[in-house]
């Protein structure tokens, strides 16, 4: 009666104990409560910030040099590229010319005459002449502000909180993922001489071609097949040379024709020339020496000619200021007061007697 009982009860137990599991799944959706093990909160942005990053620019210099008044160019080609010369300027320095008449401007050096001339005190290059559109003995106000290379921060970047969505191609039904694979490359069968494998692998092994038979104790000894063994495995290790074996003689012609290939490719094989010992880095303020600004690319390209053609190694380095590009041409670095002052003894004989010793 009691098993009875027992049995009936199960069905009860279990529709109780699974309405409980329901009430209880009910409550966690309705409070939360398991949600937020799933969910993210959407109320995570990222941080905003921002780098400050610095570049270097020229910045006007007036404190240093400024002078607005006539200036003239007599007519005469000269070299060096873009430059005025001036007799208050104390140190060589980079220069914004203006010519007031028009409002064109180009960036030059500046500098002291090595001669003073009669007329206006501001001589003007041939290039600079040119780019400000000046005309041959017509004196024209130009002024004149000094540049200096400083740096400069620029605005911060701002970076935007919101990420962008992102939304994965759904792929298209019925895609074959083996036909999207890549095809596998071709592989080149070839067929194996087994003949030729076979007697590679003879050789290498060096086993003999028969092997002596095992005899027991209460068997008697068989004289005759011992004494064949014995005299196939000598054939087989090369001791006794059997009476069949013909010698052929190496032909001599393929190691030789290998031993001339090798000589010629080891004499068409180019020998690298020893590096250079790297030279020592300058320990001068100034190493280097200014042969002119030019606004014109090609000007200075003939400039660097100039330079090679006179055993000097120049660099063309290309530069903007103002919205205007322009082109330095040097030579250098010196490591030494000395070599710099035969380097530059050596570009005034060129002719470029307005060169000037600079940073870079």
């Known amino acids: 009666m009691a098993l009875g009982m027992t049995d009936t009860g199960r069905p009860g137990l279990r529709l109780l104990a ?38 270097e620019r020229d910045v006007e ?50 500098f002291k005459p090595s001669l ?27 002024q004149v502000t000094a540049l200096r290379r400083e740096e400069v921060p620029t605005a911060p970047a701002t970076v935007d909180p919101t990420p962008a969505p992102q939304s994965a191609a759904p792929e298209p039904a019925g895609t074959d993922v083996a036909s999207s694979m890549p095809a596998p490359a071709e592989v080149e ?58 010698t052929a003689t190496l032909d001599a012609a393929p190691a030789a024709q290998a031993q001339t290939q090798a000589q010629v490719q080891s004499q068409a094989t180019p020998v690298k020339p020893a590096a250079r010992p790297a030279k020592p880095a300058s320990t001068l303020a100034k190493p280097y020496l200014q042969i002119g600004i030019f606004s014109v ?5 003939n400039t660097a000619v100039a330079m090679r053609q006179a055993g000097m190694i120049p660099n063309v380095l290309e530069q903007s200021s103002q919205g205007k590009t322009f082109w ?23 002719g470029f007697t307005d060169a000037y010793a600079v940073t870079n």
Do not use: Y
């Open 18 to 55: 699974g309405v409980s599991l329901l009430v209880l799944a009910t409550a966690c959706t309705e409070t939360g409560g398991g949600g937020a093990l799933f969910t993210s909160n959407g109320a995570d942005t990222a941080g905003t910030g921002g780098s400050t990053r610095l570049v």
């Open 61 to 110: 210099a007036p404190e240093v040099f400024e002078a607005s008044e006539a200036g003239l160019w007599d007519g005469r080609p000269s070299l060096g590229g873009v430059w005025v010369a001036h007799p208050d300027v104390s140190e060589p320095e980079r220069a914004l010319i203006r010519n007031t008449a028009n409002n064109k401007f180009v960036i030059g050096a500046l």
């Open 116 to 142: 003073d001339r009669a007329g206006p005190r501001f001589q003007v290059s041939s290039d600079a002449a040119e780019a400000l559109g000046m005309l041959a003995g017509q004196p024209v106000n130009i």
């Open 189 to 246: 069968t070839a067929t194996l001489d087994t003949s030729a494998t076979s007697e590679t692998a003879m050789s290498e092994a060096g086993e003999p071609a028969a092997k002596k038979k095992r005899r027991w104790f209460w068997q008697k000894k068989d004289t005759a097949a011992e004494t064949a063994v014995d005299t196939g495995s000598d054939i087989a290790t090369g001791s006794i040379a059997p009476a069949d074996v013909q």
């Open 297 to 301: 690319e090609q000007n200075a390209q």
């Open 328 to 350: 330095r041409v040097t030579v250098g670095p010196a490591t030494t007061t000395e070599e710099r002052a035969a380097l530059l003894k050596k570009v005034k004989a060129a």
